[in-house]
């Protein structure tokens, strides 16, 4: 069974940057795609901020182009999602998935907060 576990959040100050990162294990097939969502304090839905797959191709939300980089790590089913240029209303808990023969498996979510 495919499990996803987030890291790296944590408190920035406006400005400041961030390397979430995020690992997919119990399978020994390659995650066909990861990314990343969040979720808003007082926000029902989860935004979508980021992807990548197997093969490399990436898609960012506009929302976050510029400032935000999904990257595949260097060991296999990890990809990093870097914040740069954080603002406060990025403060969030910022989910990872992985996608694997049509299932998609999220992570628990680590928590963003940036200050003003």
């Known amino acids: 069974q495919v499990r996803v576990v987030e890291s790296g959040g944590g408190l920035v100050q406006a400005g400041g940057s961030l390397r979430l990162s995020c690992a997919a294990s119990?399978?020994?097939?390659?995650?066909?795609?990861m990314g990343w969502y969040r979720q808003a304090p007082g926000q029902q839905r989860r935004e979508f901020i980021a992807?990548?797959?197997?093969?490399?191709?990436?898609n960012t939300a506009d929302s976050v182009k510029g400032r935000f980089t999904i990257s595949r790590g260097t060991a296999k089913n990890t990809v990093n999602l870097q914040l740069n240029s954080l603002k406060p209303e990025d403060t969030a808990v910022y989910y990872c998935?992985?996608?694997?023969?049509?299932?998609?498996?999220w992570g628990q979510g680590t928590q963003v907060t940036v200050s003003s």
């Open positions: 998935y992985g996608d694997l023969f049509g299932d998609r498996t």
């Open positions: 992807t990548i797959t197997s093969a490399g191709t990436t």
């Open positions: 119990g399978t020994t097939f390659s995650i066909h795609a």
